[in-house]
């Protein structure tokens, strides 16, 4: 069975690999299922699905954690239901295939994380906080994004990635200088924060 599931999740990672789909890095994904042990979180809700693979990651953390993630690339979206059926988490893991920003949910979660159009983090945020448990946090990924945060912007030869990256450290910035949350940055993976709220 462990060895099951051991080859299921590595060939879930060799595919995407293989098609350039962007999955979380293995730091990051490390870090987020070790914080929903730590923190006993049971409740998840995922903006970027991609193929499955780090909500797959997330319900075998804990047996009693369930995901609901959304995807709005369709591809994606039915190799991410294909994977989930093959790791027989179907009970446990909700796909919904939409742009998040249409998407409107009563419930709500220990744990979201904001893994899609990096352009968006401010709006996605905006949008489901509401949805956020008092005592949940909010986990935002790519924040270096490949290095580039970090970069001088007349450094970075295309105007597209400079825009994306003017976006992320304006981001950066509201987690910084919000005052109903407090945000941790981690240099893990490709840079990701833990925001929670003031209590």
Same mark, same amino acid.
């Given at each position: 069975?462990v060895?099951?599931?051991?080859?299921?999740?590595?060939?879930i990672?060799?595919?995407?690999l293989?098609?350039?789909?962007?999955?979380?890095?293995?730091? $990051?994904?490390? %870090?987020i299922?070790?914080?929903?042990?730590?923190?006993?979180? &049971?409740?998840? #809700?995922? *903006?970027?699905t !991609?193929?499955?693979?780090?909500?797959?990651?997330?319900?075998l953390s804990?047996?009693?954690?369930r995901?609901?993630?959304?995807e709005?690339?369709?591809?994606?979206?039915?190799?991410?239901?294909?994977?989930?059926?093959?790791?027989?988490?179907e009970?446990?893991? $909700?796909?919904? %295939?939409?742009?998040?920003?249409?998407?409107?949910?009563?419930? &709500?979660?220990? #744990?979201? *994380?904001?893994? !899609?159009?990096?352009?968006?983090?401010?709006?996605?945020f905006?949008?489901?906080?509401r949805?956020?448990e008092?005592?949940?946090?909010i986990?935002?990924d790519?924040?270096?994004?490949?290095?580039?945060?970090e970069?001088?912007?007349?450094l970075?030869?295309?105007?597209?990635?400079?825009?994306?990256v003017?976006?992320?450290?304006?981001y950066?910035?509201f987690?910084?200088?919000?005052?109903?949350?407090?945000t941790?940055?981690y240099d893990?993976?490709?840079?990701i924060?833990?925001?929670?709220?003031?209590i």
């Amino acid at each position: 069975m462990v060895n099951d599931v051991y080859n299921g999740i590595r060939q879930i990672k060799k595919e995407a690999l293989e098609e350039s789909v962007p999955i979380m890095q293995d730091e $990051t994904i490390d %870090f987020i299922t070790n914080y929903i042990s730590s923190k006993n979180i &049971k409740t998840i #809700l995922e *903006i970027g699905t !991609a193929t499955g693979y780090s909500s797959i990651m997330m319900a075998l953390s804990n047996p009693k954690v369930r995901v609901v993630t959304i995807e709005k690339d369709q591809e994606r979206y039915k190799k991410a239901l294909k994977n989930v059926k093959k790791m027989d988490l179907e009970d446990r893991i $909700t796909l919904i %295939f939409n742009d998040a920003l249409e998407v409107n949910l009563d419930n &709500k979660f220990d #744990l979201i *994380i904001i893994d !899609a159009a990096k352009s968006k983090n401010l709006d996605f945020f905006s949008r489901f906080e509401r949805n956020l448990e008092v005592n949940g946090s909010i986990i935002t990924d790519n924040l270096s994004f490949h290095g580039y945060v970090e970069k001088d912007l007349s450094l970075i030869p295309s105007r597209n990635i400079r825009g994306l990256v003017k976006k992320i450290r304006a981001y950066i910035t509201f987690l910084k200088e919000n005052t109903k949350y407090k945000t941790k940055f981690y240099d893990i993976g490709d840079g990701i924060s833990v925001t929670e709220r003031r209590i």
